[in-house]
């Protein structure tokens, strides 16, 4: 049985992909280079977010990364207002509380903007800890994940890593334990079904998932 859950927070349980291509359009304009379509960025978006950053076209070698990304974050900070939970978000969680799983969420997102974004959603009773990164640049998620192991104690084959990118499959492999990804976040469902893991509709049929694992 599944002891513990580690959520992903941005595509997983919060719907922000719209709010992060418009917050990644801004830039683009305020650089001189071509919008992106939610099709486009869901097709190529990955991490470390500075390779695709420069997928898009960006030349650290003449443009400030630390700029950018403080740059985005503050476009992102206006356009997410507004942004919700998922469609079965609230309910899902609800539902594995009563029973017993005990729960965390693990970001690419630095951890004070996780914190408030979580908190003004109504939701910080559901999780243990919230585990972001100490930067804006969302590099990886591993390091984090190492110290959400050491606090949460559980053996990771009974840990369950739910997310919506590759990337949330390389660090439930980093962490030994196992993985389901949603699709409907910030890629496509053909990168997706790429990784091998489990791939699910959407978030409320993680109730099922659980349930027969």
């Known amino acids: 049985m599944i002891q513990h859950i580690i959520w992903d927070w941005n595509g997983t349980l919060i719907d ?35 390779d695709y950053y420069v997928r898009l076209g960006f030349d650290f070698s003449r443009d400030n990364w630390k700029q950018v990304a403080v740059e985005f974050h503050d476009a992102y900070r206006v356009h997410s207002k507004a942004v919700r939970l998922r469609r079965g978000a609230r309910k899902t969680l609800e539902h594995l509380q009563r029973m017993g799983i005990n729960m965390s969420i693990l970001s690419a997102s630095e951890t004070s903007i996780l914190e408030r974004m979580v908190g003004d959603r109504g939701i910080r009773k559901h999780f243990s800890g ?11 998620k591993l390091e984090a994940g190492h110290r959400l ?11 369950l890593l739910v997310g919506d990118t590759v990337h ?25 079904r790429q990784t091998g893991c489990d791939v699910l509709p959407d978030v409320k049929s993680l109730l099922r998932y659980v349930a027969r694992t």
């Not at 291509?21 to 919008?35: A, E, Q």
């Not at 919230?130 to 990886?140: E, I, K, N, P, T």
């Not at 949460?152 to 009974?158: A, N």
């Open 16 to 50: 922000d992909v719209p709010a992060c291509v418009k917050s990644l359009n801004d830039m683009l304009r305020k650089y001189g280079r071509k919008p992106v379509t939610c099709a486009q960025y869901r097709a190529k978006f990955g991490f470390p977010v500075q």
């Open 130 to 140: 919230l585990y972001g990164l100490g930067d804006l640049f969302a590099r990886s």
């Open 149 to 159: 192991l050491a606090a949460v104690k559980t053996d990771p084959t009974l840990i």
């Open 168 to 192: 949330d499959c390389e660090v439930a492999a980093g962490l030994r334990c196992r993985c389901v990804l949603i699709r409907g976040g910030h890629q496509t469902e053909a990168r997706l």
